[in-house]
């Protein structure tokens, strides 16, 4: 994956501006900053650019950090991804809660029949317990995210294009899927801001 115009264009826009505001990057494309956000952050992650506060956006100086998104470009998803971690659609609350406690995971995968059917994070079961409910007689069906409403990546895809999904639908873990017949798909990994921070950590060391 190499950076996208829009990308390409913010950079072109803080050389020329810097130090510059988000909301001034945003002007000049035509955007909101809100859209924008998913790019600035993959941008400072690679660290071709750096910010300060009240002050704004500015070309990073270390030009090793240039050579950190064609390696990061260069990984995929497939070579860092984790085993998901699944459960049926009738498993409680809270044996889902039980689950995520022992394997030391933030999102549930719900499956039946090998192929996905929703995804259950640690906000979804913190929900389900508030209002004193017993939750040992709530399904996870009831609270959990469904197809075709879950975020994922495919095995070929970066760990870049991973982190932008993650950023841009602010969640902690996404689901690596391969095609099933029937428009049916399985989860065959995960990917999360953890795995994601410690290729970066390995990268910079």
Known sequence: MKLSDRQNQIIEIIEKL???TGEAIAEKIGLTRATLRPDLAVLSMCGLIDAKP??????SNKKSNR??????????VSDIKSLPINVTESTSVYDAIVTLFLENVGTL??????ALKGVISRKDLLKASMGGKDL???????????????IYCLEEDSILEAAEKIIEHEIDCIPIITHLPNNKVKAIGRISKT?????LLEITK
């Open 18 to 20: 810097q130090p510059v």
């Open 195 to 199: 795995n994601i921070t410690n290729v």
């Open 67 to 76: 050579d950190i998104i064609e390696k990061l470009s260069a990984i995929k």
């Open 136 to 150: 040992n007689a709530i399904p996870v069906g009831i609270v959990m995210t469904r197809m075709p409403k879950i």
């Open 109 to 114: 995968f719900v499956v039946e029949d090998e």
């Open 54 to 59: 009240k002050v704004g956006y500015y070309i």
